[in-house]
């Protein structure tokens, strides 16, 4: 697994208030997701790891680089989407992003050429002279995404991205996400406190409760098998859970007509579910084996690190 952030005993105390304590992770690349409820530490995190905020204790590095004495290397090669509402609104797109890619060392022609590269990759190219001012929610995030672009990045941090955005709006947001990542080989911090969008999009996920680590684990492993199978029949449901309860299998109906979830001891419930549909002449619209939900976990505190 190649690292994009460790941190070992990263720790940061306001007087007596410890924000952040005692935080030891090593994330891959890919996107990874960061959840944790207001006031759980992300913000003073993810200020440590820029080099804007010096730890109490512990160490932490992006990229290789230290994020206490070299703040301002991890700056170059990290781009950083706020939550919050910053745009100057009487410039257009194009001068925004040109500035920013110059305060990021580009030259004049350079930072020209990338600005129209990345707003077209946000979608933003044919409003590019339009002020920011008359811009939609929608496209505003998508300017604080291009802004987070524009200097060719190694890893970037997005906070909130689908903030403010109808669910068309997040849909998209979310896809760019996965493209910065899959297409153009970015790696991707992003919080948000919408678990089922970090479901979809992220590769491992960290959660944050009051400063504290309670969870680091692979999407894939977090999310694992939750041993039930869920079975949808066009009829006579009522029938086929009545045949596996008497042959000792855990059976429980669903929230929807036709449908029921039955635990899985072994292969041989698949193949019981199956018989029961066939000797009753009936069809087998669907035998899935359920995962977890991220909401799930989010909700039961572990004790315990989980590393991948």
Same mark, same amino acid.
């Given at each position: ?64 680089? &230290? ?30 992003? %040109? ?43 998508? %300017? ?76 894939a492993d977090a999310t694992s098998d939750a041993g039930t ?8 449901? &009522? ?11 855990? %059976? ?14 072994? &292969?041989?419930?698949? &193949? ?34 989980e590393q991948s």
């Amino acid at each position: 697994m190649v690292s994009t952030i460790r941190t070992h005993q990263l720790t940061r105390s306001f007087g007596a208030v410890t924000a952040v304590s005692q935080l030891t992770l090593d994330l891959p690349s890919g996107v990874v997701g960061l959840v944790g409820a207001n006031g759980a530490g992300k913000s003073t995190l993810i200020k440590m790891l820029l080099g804007l905020l010096p730890p109490t204790s512990g160490s932490a590095s992006i990229l290789g680089f &230290d994020c206490q004495t070299q703040g301002l290397q991890i700056r170059e090669v990290v781009g950083y989407m706020p939550e919050s509402e910053c745009l100057p609104l009487d410039v257009t797109a194009t001068e925004f992003l %040109v500035h920013m890619a110059r305060m990021s060392g580009l030259p004049a022609n350079v930072a020209r050429e990338r600005s129209a590269d990345t707003l077209r990759h946000v979608g933003l190219y044919e409003e590019r002279y339009r002020p920011i001012g008359g811009y939609s929610t929608g496209m505003k995030q998508r %300017v604080k995404l291009a802004q987070a672009l524009v200097h060719d990045p190694k890893l970037v941090f997005l906070d909130e991205p689908t903030n403010g955005l109808d669910p068309a709006g997040r849909d998209d947001m979310l896809e760019l996400i996965a493209r910065v990542s899959g297409e153009f080989g970015i790696s991707v911090v992003v919080t948000s406190h919408l678990l089922g969008e970090l479901e979809r999009i992220s590769d491992h996920i960290v959660v944050i409760e009051g400063g504290v680590l309670s969870r680091s684990a692979s999407m894939a492993d977090a999310t694992s098998d939750a041993g039930t199978l869920l079975v949808e029949v066009t009829e006579r449901a &009522d029938e086929v859970m009545r045949r596996l309860a008497e042959s000792g299998a855990a %059976v429980e109906p669903g929230n929807a007509p036709g449908t029921f979830a039955v635990r899985v001891e072994d &292969d041989a419930v698949a &193949d019981a579910v199956v018989a029961a549909a066939a000797d009753l002449g009936i069809g087998l619209v669907r035998l899935q084996r359920r995962r977890h939900q991220l909401a799930e976990i989010f909700s039961t505190p572990s004790t315990t690190e989980e590393q991948s």
